[in-house]
């Protein structure tokens, strides 16, 4: 089944400990993309790659971290994560061409204390 | 970018279309228009996207203005399951292939029994 996957699916951690969320999807598409979800905010890009060794910072980088080293995998890092890192994370990948649909993992809630 | 409009909430009887306007008056000629939904906190879900051409697949129809100013997405025979926060969203080049979609709060539509 295509899909996109994400663990873990919920996290409770205290301010400054270091985690990583990972990403992963079956469908050998070249764009990943991270965002995250506030309310009254919508859906906010973190950070995109549009292949291995290549990702750029989308609206809201700060506090995170990415990388790319496998076309499947596209872990985010928060080195030292903050109260204001509260929030639902979802992770999306689609072919590089533009016009196909992105499709999303399932989510990661994520509660920084 | 293209903003676009969209009632906050929307009400549908099981069985019967749903249509959800979106105003997007700002598009450039060469901006898609996508539609995805989001149910209760799980991952969006593409539903469509067009140009300027209406558009069918097996979830729903888009129909684009000729101005393209505006669209509506018709669901034809709404079901429970299709309660869920739908957005309408104009796919903008925000950089060499990096077509972001920017999701903004969307139409809540609720099917009723």
């Known amino acids: 089944e295509a899909q996109v996957t994400q663990n873990p699916r919920y996290l409770i951690t205290v301010t400054g400990k270091k985690l990583t969320v990972t990403c992963s999807q079956n469908?050998?598409?070249?764009?990943m993309s991270w965002y995250r979800q506030d309310p009254g905010l919508g859906l906010r890009q973190i950070y995109y790659s549009m292949n291995v060794e290549v990702t750029d910072k989308g609206d809201v980088p700060e506090g995170y971290k990415v990388s790319r080293k496998e076309k499947r995998n596209f872990p985010l890092i928060l080195e030292s994560p903050s109260p204001n890192q509260t929030s639902l994370y979802f992770c999306?990948?689609?072919?590089?061409?533009?016009?196909?649909?992105?499709?999303f993992g399932p989510g990661t809630r994520l509660t920084v204390l | 970018d293209a903003k676009t409009t969209q009632p906050p909430s929307m009400d549908c009887a099981e069985g019967r279309a749903a249509n959800l306007p979106c105003n997007h008056s700002?598009?450039?000629?060469?901006?898609?228009v996508y539609w995805y939904r989001q149910i209760h906190s799980q991952g969006p879900q593409y539903i469509i996207h067009?140009?300027?051409n209406n558009e069918t697949n097996e979830m729903a129809s888009l129909i684009i203005t000729e101005d393209r100013k505006s669209s509506t997405l018709i669901l034809p025979h709404a079901t429970l399951r299709d309660t869920a926060v739908y957005y309408c969203?104009?796919?903008?080049?925000?950089?060499?292939?990096?077509?972001?979609?920017?999701f903004g709060k969307g139409t809540l539509l609720t099917v009723n029994p």
């Open positions: 469908m050998n598409h070249e764009y």
């Open positions: 999306a990948s689609r072919l590089a061409g533009g016009q196909d649909e992105q499709f």
């Open positions: 067009g140009l300027k």
């Open positions: 700002t598009i450039s000629g060469n901006e898609y």
């Open positions: 969203i104009v796919r903008v080049n925000s950089g060499g292939s990096n077509y972001k979609l920017t």
